[in-house]
């Protein structure tokens, strides 16, 4: 279950603290141009070490493109793509070698597979994520061809919440913050939890622009279905909101429903979506991620004989994951909007009749 995607897929491979990380992404029609420089800027956007709000281990992730790309142009063939790993320290993790470090996959892999590499969490941890954000710059790439945009940024850190949404704003923020008027705030939250050497939790809004009526598959397939698995597959992500999400329950049908006039609907609490397809709106969604695990406290926990012991955790870590992990986000949004927009060309016979007449 390394794959993700119908028609426009990739296959993520590679660990933490191996040799390298990289993504085959297979799908992708041929003709389409290849911008490495924007594949290239949208995995800085995401790399650690950049300031002092994110783990502080190096790395350039650097994209390779192996194959599918011949001058510049998509092929229609696989586009594999490889990122090698340049500042590992396996020796931070020796003492986490024989127990399971609280909050994290170690216990449930052991458990699965008898076998678990202990470096950084191997193949569990986040750092897998780099490979969904090189799947997703080509996935954009794509979606710019018929105008669509996705956009995201930080709307909660430790319980405080924006009150205004600038995603300009986010583009320059070193927390990708979507309230200037909050940022201060959010980031000495961030700060506070190093101080303590803590973590605290986040909350990401993603956008989708320009998305066109008709995108998704009913009945088990739905486009909103297929957003909250691409999300919850997310390391730390616990929740995910579509529209207004939890808030529809506490409302009622009369204030709910977004009724529709001659230039369009008149709100937008359904998040651009009803019954799982594109309704031509601006498609919202929130995603929730618990605090990072990785935190410089003594823990209670247990080794691979189950016997009870504490440690301290070593390494670099991210204070607040939520904050690289909204670039992820936003890629795994790209992506599920170019699967479901190659697989709507077969939804009518004029699409058909277009390509071969």
Do not use: W
Not at 55 to 64: A, L, M, P, S, Y
Not at 81 to 108: C, W
Not at 180 to 197: F, G, P, V
């Amino acid at each position: 279950m390394n794959s993700f995607g119908l028609r426009f897929k990739f296959t993520t491979f590679g660990e933490s603290h191996g040799k390298a990380l990289g993504c085959i992404v297979d799908g992708v029609p041929a003709g389409l141009q290849i911008d490495e420089e924007f594949i290239q800027s949208q995995m800085n956007r995401r790399k650690p070490g950049q300031n002092k709000y994110q783990t502080q281990r190096k790395e350039g992730d650097k994209v390779e493109i192996l194959s599918g790309v011949f001058e510049g142009v998509s092929t229609g063939t696989p586009i594999c793509m490889v990122i090698f790993n340049e500042n590992q320290k396996s020796r931070d993790y020796a003492n986490v070698k024989d127990l399971f470090r609280p909050g994290h996959a170690d216990f449930t892999y052991f458990h699965k597979y008898g076998i678990r590499d202990y470096r950084g969490g191997g193949r569990s941890s986040a750092r897998e994520t780099a490979c969904r954000v090189a799947a997703g710059a080509i996935a954009k790439i794509l979606l710019k061809e018929v105008g669509i945009e996705v956009v995201s940024g930080i709307f909660e850190v430790d319980g405080i919440k924006s009150e205004n949404l600038d995603f300009s704003y986010a583009k320059n923020s070193s927390i990708f913050a979507l309230d200037k008027d909050m940022e201060a705030k959010q980031k000495k939250a961030i700060e506070n939890a190093l101080t303590s050497h803590d973590s605290v939790g986040g909350a990401v809004i993603v956008k989708a622009l320009n998305v066109p009526c008709g995108l998704g598959e009913p009945m088990y397939h739905k486009l909103d279905g297929q957003i909250a698995e691409a999300m919850m597959g997310l390391n730390a992500v616990k929740g995910v909101e579509i529209g207004d999400g939890i808030e529809s329950s506490k409302s009622k049908g009369s204030l709910n429903n977004d009724q529709i006039s001659s230039d369009g609907f008149l709100s937008n609490h359904s998040g651009g979506i009803l019954g799982g397809i594109s309704n031509g709106d601006e498609i919202v969604t929130k995603i929730y991620f618990k605090p990072t695990p990785s935190i410089f406290l003594e823990q209670q926990t247990v080794d691979n004989e189950n016997k009870d012991t504490t440690y301290y955790l070593k390494g670099r870590h991210d204070p607040c994951v939520a904050i690289r992990g909204s670039v992820v986000c936003e890629s795994m949004m790209a992506l599920v909007l170019a699967d479901m927009l190659l697989l709507n060309m077969n939804s009518k016979i004029d699409y058909i009749k277009k390509v071969y007449n």
